[in-house]
């Protein structure tokens, strides 16, 4: 009987399609082929020990996927026919949204790259197949949610103009920062920085209460985003377990390398967050879980007191200024939305007055906090776009490019915004956090691209502020500005001081 008639049983299928793959090239040496493997210090003994967590074929990969991808579409073109985004319970929701698309679509498509950086320079069969399968759902991800924002566009501006806005708005330094930081570090540290930090630690408060906030407000369309990407979103958590625990059973050089990762990506992953926590407790006017009891769950319960607990027997403790995350979520959506109503005039996404029944709400899910520190600033919006509103664009930190209003938990009255002296500069961060990331890479970190810093030197144009709206490929109504001469004078004041405070540059 011929072999090809023999029938495989699913475990040599698996095999045969999944490992068995790598070779010895014959004209180059390993270490010519992938010149990244030895440049962190990382020691792999057995690479074949290594296993998928996905432990699938690319076959089964496909037929799952289809399958889910069939009851994401039906849910949203029943929504779509229906005229469901007439039926959310209030179209701030949507505004909300558009902050998501600015901030999160990006990443999501940055991450497929990350993942193919990944599969290329680790020569670990497990590693490649898992990040080839993450590459095709990251893309997978994209897609699906620029869909939605298509759909979105025929009813509410803001995303009319999407690759445009997606490449120059400077709300989207925030998540390329980090995804560039992870694609010029080493594979191994990449890894750590995806599927560990972004999947393992925070792709459950991303994508669990978003879309049941979605739900709530009667946002079925994108409740279904939101459900059918977390279910892609297990499979990246086990890559990161696997993959972190198998490089401390490797070898014990190992250990404090990837402490420094966990320090370095645990924090990193965190700031990107920050409008995860507004989204959550802002946006929606019927909200299923507040972001400090979602950090609470998620976070403090399920990584703090779960992972890392088991993680003590490799010598493994939490990330530094995991304690400052702690304490810093009883204002870290009101920090955040203070700074999105400050730069209102440069969003594509609108904010809006707090009614009633928001400070109704925010004062009993943070007692501790929010009447006492947050209240009355929101009552000084008043009737007037630009009530508290900053002129420019803003000055921003450092490592997370995040505008530089986080305050200080211990004492909430102050701002937190570091400072450190590098190459005869003054250079600002956010937070203690950021501050130790700087001072430990200052030289990738002092690189990055300040949208004040382009503003002032004409990279948006002269005519302020309208090429700077063009720029960014959306009008001042679409931000909700008020322009009279007033205002301009304001703009052109703002690039008058930033011209004149050299040091912090």
């Known amino acids: 009987m011929s072999s090809l008639a023999v029938k495989l049983s699913s475990k040599d299928q698996y095999k045969y399609l999944t490992r068995d793959l790598m070779w010895e090239p014959k004209d180059f040496d390993m270490k010519t082929v992938y010149p990244l493997i030895?440049?962190?210090?990382i020691h792999i003994k057995d690479p074949k020990k290594w296993e998928d967590p996905f432990r699938m074929t690319y076959n089964q990969y496909v037929k799952i996927q289809s399958e889910k991808d069939s009851i994401y579409h039906s849910v949203v073109n029943a929504f779509e026919a229906n005229h469901g985004h007439a039926k959310v319970v209030d179209s701030r929701w949507y505004e909300g949204v558009k902050a998501f698309a600015v901030a999160v679509q990006p990443a999501e498509y940055q991450a497929h790259r990350l993942m193919a950086y990944i599969g290329?320079?680790?020569?670990?069969?497990?590693?490649?197949?898992?990040?080839?399968?993450?590459?095709?759902?990251?893309?997978?991800?994209?897609?699906?949610?620029?869909?939605?924002?298509?759909?979105?566009?025929?009813?509410?501006?803001?995303?009319h103009s999407y690759a445009k806005?997606?490449?120059?708005?400077?709300?989207?330094?925030?998540?390329?920062?980090?995804?560039?930081?992870?694609?010029?570090?080493?594979?191994?540290?990449?890894?750590?920085?995806?599927?560990?930090?972004?999947?393992?630690?925070?792709?459950?408060?991303?994508?669990?209460?978003?879309?049941?906030?979605a739900a709530?407000?009667?946002?079925?369309?994108?409740?279904?985003?939101?459900?059918?990407?977390?279910?892609?979103?297990s499979r990246h958590m086990a890559l990161g377990m696997s993959a972190l625990k198998m490089l401390l059973e490797e070898d014990d050089r190992n250990v404090p390398i990837v402490q420094k990762w966990l320090d370095k990506w645990y924090w990193r992953a965190y700031r990107m967050?920050?409008?995860?926590?507004?989204?959550?407790?802002?946006?929606?006017?019927?909200?299923?879980?507040?972001?400090?009891?979602?950090?609470?769950?998620?976070?403090?319960?399920?990584?703090?007191?779960?992972?890392?607990?088991?993680?003590?027997?490799?010598?493994?403790?939490?990330?530094?200024?995991?304690?400052?995350?702690i304490k810093e979520k009883e204002h870290y959506s009101h920090a955040t939305m203070r700074i999105l109503d400050h730069y209102k005039h440069a969003n594509v996404f609108r904010t809006f007055k707090l009614q009633p029944d928001d400070y109704e709400w925010l004062a009993s899910e943070y007692p501790n906090t929010f009447d006492q520190y947050y209240a009355s600033y929101y009552k000084r919006q008043g009737d007037h776009a630009l009530a508290v509103t900053s002129p420019g664009i803003p000055s921003v930190c450092k490592v997370?490019?995040?505008?530089?209003e986080f305050v200080n938990p211990d004492k909430p009255t102050q701002q937190w915004t570091q400072y450190s002296e590098y190459n005869g500069d003054i250079h600002m961060t956010c937070s203690p956090g950021c501050?130790?990331?700087?001072?430990?890479?200052?030289?990738?970190?002092?690189?990055?691209?300040?949208?004040?810093?382009?503003?002032?030197?004409?990279e948006f144009g002269e005519n302020v502020p309208m090429d700077?709206?063009?720029?960014?490929?959306?009008?001042?109504?679409?931000?909700?500005?008020?322009?009279?001469?007033r205002d301009r004078l304001r703009w052109l004041q703002y690039r008058q001081v930033i011209n004149f405070d050299k040091r912090f540059k």
């Open 38 to 41: 030895e440049k962190e210090g």
């Open 120 to 159: 290329r320079n680790i020569p670990i069969e497990a590693i490649r197949f898992a990040t080839f399968a993450q590459a095709i759902d990251e893309l997978r991800h994209a897609q699906i949610e620029i869909k939605h924002y298509a759909h979105m566009s025929k009813y509410y501006d803001g995303l």
């Open 165 to 213: 806005t997606n490449e120059n708005h400077w709300f989207n330094t925030v998540p390329k920062s980090f995804f560039e930081d992870a694609l010029s570090a080493g594979p191994f540290e990449a890894l750590m920085a995806i599927s560990f930090s972004f999947e393992y630690c925070f792709t459950n408060i991303l994508f669990l209460p978003f879309a049941s906030s």
């Open 216 to 233: 709530a407000v009667g946002d079925e369309h994108f409740a279904a985003t939101g459900k059918t990407v977390q279910s892609d979103e």
């Open 273 to 325: 967050f920050s409008v995860v926590s507004v989204i959550v407790d802002y946006y929606p006017r019927i909200r299923p879980i507040s972001w400090k009891k979602a950090f609470e769950i998620y976070i403090e319960d399920q990584v703090f007191n779960g992972l890392f607990k088991d993680l003590r027997k490799y010598g493994i403790r939490l990330p530094l200024h995991a304690e400052d995350s």
């Open 400 to 404: 997370c490019q995040i505008p530089l």
């Open 435 to 458: 501050k130790h990331l700087f001072e430990s890479e200052p030289q990738k970190y002092m690189q990055m691209w300040w949208p004040a810093e382009a503003y002032v030197s004409g």
């Open 468 to 485: 700077l709206f063009k720029y960014l490929a959306f009008s001042p109504e679409e931000a909700g500005e008020h322009y009279s001469s």
